[in-house]
Nanobody
Framework: QVQLAESGGGLVQAGGSLRLSCAAS????????RGWFRQAPGKEREFVAA????????YYADSVKGRFTISRDNAKNTVYLQMNSLKPEDTAVYYC?????????????????WGQGTQVTVSS
């Protein structure tokens, strides 16, 4: 079994930066595609970014492209989301999930082993 835990969220003013971490524990002998999703109050959970098993391929939602960078360090069993030029509309709870099909996909239904989420709040 695999457990995921997000951290690094907080309160930041518009234009600022944060780096989120998604640490995996448990049965992590094999690496899989992992993705970041976010959910704002009153809105559906939406895709943010995904990274391949070895970090060689990435995919971003149009809303964050050019501002966010997803990466991973398999030696540390951790995936990161570097968020720059933050906007108030980035405010949400950010979740990390694993794709058991091991493919990059924006479909949240393909992901499992969600973490508890970390709150990101961007003030205007």
């Amino acid at each position: 079994q695999v457990q995921l835990a997000e951290s690094g969220g907080g309160l930041v003013q518009a234009g600022g930066s944060l780096r989120l971490s998604c640490a995996a524990s448990g049965r992590t002998f094999t690496s899989y595609v992992r993705g970041w999703f976010r959910q704002a109050p009153g809105k559906e959970r939406e895709f943010v970014a995904a990274v391949s098993w070895n970090g060689g391929s990435t995919y971003y939602a149009d809303s964050v492209k050019g501002r966010f960078t997803i990466s991973r360090d398999n030696a540390k069993n951790t995936v990161y989301l570097q968020m720059n030029s933050l906007k108030p509309e980035d405010t949400a709870v950010y979740y990390c999930g694993r794709n058991p099909r091991n493919r990059i996909s924006p479909d949240l239904n393909e992901y499992d082993y969600w973490g508890q989420g970390t709150q990101v709040t961007v003030s205007s």
